[in-house]
């Protein structure tokens, strides 16, 4: 694998590991990828907000225990508590959900300046990681057959 290659994996994969995690693992998709995609940006689109991304997957980590602890305290203790930790759920999740939206965006600029491809801002907002995912997957096809066609036309040219 490249050095500057993001990581190709199955797109439905994405929504499910996140259904599965309680939603942390979209915070660690940003971060498994926060390295690569540094390394793809540039002047024209900036960098990429390292510092962000770890703070997206440890916002979202939190995100996802709190659900656990609110199931818990609804189902054990008394209704005040459920009350508390429900609103607390919502406002960590409002805040996950910004950063998400920004990382998505931050990525969708880099992505696109990189590879001269446009890139849906409406899919980006409504879909994030998957459609992001999907664009990565498709960058990779684009790459492997644009070096197939680089390789046939020196062929060619001999």
Not at 103 to 128: E, H, N, P, Q, V
Request: no cysteine.
């Amino acid at each position: 694998m490249k050095r500057n290659a993001l990581k190709k994996m199955p797109v439905l994969l994405v929504p499910l590991l996140g259904a599965i995690t309680f939603g942390a693992y979209i915070g660690y998709w940003f971060y498994s990828r926060s390295e690569q995609l540094d390394k793809l940006s540039n002047k024209k689109a900036g960098r990429f907000p390292i510092g962000l991304a770890n703070l997206a997957a440890l916002v979202g980590l939190i995100s996802s225990g709190s659900v656990l602890a609110w199931f818990a305290a609804s189902y054990f203790g008394p209704s005040e508590s459920a009350t508390i930790f429900g609103m607390l759920r919502q406002m960590l999740g409002l805040a996950t959900w910004i950063f998400w939206i920004l990382l998505a965006f931050d990525t969708r600029k880099i992505l696109a300046s990189r590879y001269k491809r446009s890139i849906s801002a409406g899919m980006t907002f409504f879909f994030g990681v998957i459609y992001l995912q999907y664009v990565i997957n498709r960058l990779g096809v684009a790459a492997k057959r644009g070096a197939k066609r680089r390789l046939k036309v020196s062929r060619n040219e001999r």
